[in-house]
């Protein structure tokens, strides 16, 4: 099993900057991808970045490139995701994922375990 705990989601104001953690705990040595997703009110959960737990091959939605960046304390064990230049429509509870199976998957059924989420409010 793993366990996935996310952090760091609060109300900024459009424009500003917010990093997200998930701290990866249990059996870490599984995991062979993780992932950031998201999802706003009334909307279906969706993908928006994803990177191999040992680096690279990393993924964007269209809707957060250039703006977002997925990485990885490794020392830490930590996944975070660097939200620069928020918009109101990335407002959402953000997730972050981890997946077993080789491949590098961007749809939320390709992730078998999930974090509670943490939920970031960007004002106008």
């Known amino acids: 099993q793993v366990q996935l705990v996310e952090s760091g989601g609060r109300l900024v104001q459009a424009g500003g900057s917010l990093r997200l953690s998930c701290a990866a705990s249990g059996r870490t040595s599984s995991i062979y991808t993780m992932g950031w997703f998201r999802q706003a009110p009334g909307k279906e959960r969706e993908f928006v970045a994803r990177?191999?737990?040992?680096?690279?091959?990393?993924s964007y939605a269209d809707s957060v490139k250039g703006r977002f960046t997925i990485g990885r304390d490794n020392a830490q064990n930590t996944v975070y995701l660097q939200m620069n230049s928020l918009k109101p429509e990335d407002t959402a509870v953000y997730y972050c994922a981890a997946r077993r199976s080789r491949g590098l998957g961007n749809a939320v059924y390709e992730y078998d375990y999930w974090g509670q989420g943490t939920q970031v409010t960007v004002s106008s």
């Open positions: 990177m191999r737990w040992s680096g690279g091959s990393t």
